[in-house]
């Protein structure tokens, strides 16, 4: 429903005054600060301006009700949000130009044209010789696994490539479709960027409960999923520890972990080989899953970033694909993923060692934590800010970590057993706005 613009005079005269002699309304107007219901109310009741744009309406269209003082003050409330807009299209813009979010992706073949990234061509070899559930471990760091335990210490020998920390290289078969793409540094120009998502990786890491409890250090999954194995259904995550939390404030830890998926999704796209970018793209739109969304949010598209120097609203950015991860430490032995689209995505955003003493490297050795793809015989040592592609239907994992090394990132995935799910619950609501709508509705 449209405000309403035209109120008895008297009253509204009343309210003019009641806020030009409010000290606390006419210094928040000065400051350019948010208006909120309580500063804009009238005494104990509701403001008959709803916002900041309709009290200056009210303004405009009733000059001569309103007080000089409160018409300063709304003059220069005006400025200020004027210089707030513009200072945060800018830092838009900034951000977008510095991850190459407006650029059309490059191809495997035009990126190395740019002599920044290296095409290898290498076919996967059979790797039924190395079984599923297999520690992985960097040679010369065997001391990390427990004796009695089966583990394959990498490289296993010289046929098997390993990327360097400051190596950019693209992987295609013989066929020339990609197979692995590793990228270096394509946030270097923004590390505070870097530093907000790992702040918000680190919240919820101590907020949230992760999955995978067998592997090693927390993985945390949001957006949709498919609820316990014992009990599939449909839904959103919903894995805060702290069921206790007043919904305002549930609703911002979730609305800072959508930010740095969407963000992390929007980056991977644009730096990712385009093979990769648009294969997924294609899978999610036959898919047909709703875009990754929390509790009490109805938009499909849009995110903030509540950074150290104000919130940046992306409203009409798209949102990440239905199904996200954040980690920390996260150590998987040998296994394979079923994913609806040809590839997975990460962004390694952290890695660091904190503690050297007890991280005790001997020479050359890892400090671990690698990517590991088995059957293309290829060890992907760890570094911040490194975006990936990769093939998970084909056996990989991560190798031990030394103690004293943090490591922290973001993953798109796509995995069937959600596909299913969701296929599931369409088929029996046959309406997928009206189930998504249903799901996100926030319970009163």
């Not at 490059?106 to 070899?125: G, H, I």
């Not at 103690?403 to 990132?409: A, K, L, N, P, W």
Request: charged share 25%.
């Amino acid at each position: 429903m449209a405000p309403k613009l035209f109120m008895d005079h008297n009253l509204l005269r009343q309210y003019f005054e009641h806020l030009a002699g409010s000290p606390c309304f006419i210094h928040a107007l000065k400051k350019g600060d948010d208006l909120d219901k309580n500063l804009l109310a009238f005494g104990g009741d509701p403001g008959l301006a709803r916002s900041a744009c309709h009290l200056k309406v009210l303004a405009i269209r009733n000059p001569k009700l309103v007080p000089e003082s409160l018409r300063k003050a709304l003059s220069g409330y005006s400025l200020q949000s004027h210089k707030k807009q513009n200072a945060a299209r800018s830092q838009k813009w900034s951000i977008a130009k510095a991850l190459g979010l407006h650029a059309t992706p490059l191809t495997a073949q035009s990126l190395a044209d740019t002599e920044t990234v290296k095409v290898v061509t290498r076919d996967r070899s059979d790797a039924t010789a190395f079984k599923k559930g297999t520690l992985l471990v960097d040679r010369g760091n065997e001391d990390l696994v427990d004796s009695g335990v089966t583990s394959l210490s990498v490289p296993v020998d010289d046929s098997w490539y390993v990327i360097e920390p400051d190596e950019s290289i693209i992987f295609v078969d013989s066929e020339g479709l990609v197979s692995l793409a590793v990228l270096r540094g394509r946030c270097s120009q923004r590390p505070d960027l870097l530093a907000y998502v790992n702040r918000i990786i680190n919240e919820a890491v101590n907020d949230r409960k992760g999955v995978r409890p067998n592997h090693g250090g927390e993985l945390i999954q949001f957006g949709w999923n498919a609820g316990p194995c014992h009990a599939r259904v449909f839904g959103l995550v919903n894995n805060l520890t702290s069921k206790k939390l007043p919904m305002t404030a549930r609703q911002e830890k979730d609305s800072r972990a959508l930010g740095i998926l969407a963000l992390s999704w929007n980056f991977l796209v644009a730096s990712l080989p385009a093979e990769v970018s648009t294969s997924c793209i294609e899978a999610i739109d036959g898919a047909g899953l709703p875009s990754m969304t929390i509790k009490g949010d109805k938009s499909d598209s849009g995110y903030t970033l509540d950074l150290p120097n104000g919130p940046l609203c992306f409203s009409t950015a798209k949102r990440a694909p239905s199904e996200g991860y954040m980690s920390q430490n996260y150590e998987a032995p040998i296994h394979t993923d079923q994913l609806y689209a040809p590839y997975a995505m990460n962004w390694v955003t952290l890695h660091r060692i904190e503690d050297p003493d007890l991280c005790q490297l001997q020479g050359d050795c890892s400090s671990g934590g690698n990517y590991v793809d088995v059957s293309l015989r290829v060890v992907v040592k760890c570094a911040t800010d490194t975006v990936m592609s990769m093939q998970p239907k084909f056996k990989h994992g991560t190798t031990l970590a030394r103690e004293g090394v943090h490591r922290q990132g973001t993953a798109i995935n796509f995995s069937t057993h959600i596909k299913k799910a969701f296929d599931e619950a369409n088929a029996i609501e046959g309406d997928v706005k009206a189930m998504v709508t249903q799901l996100v509705e926030e319970k009163k």
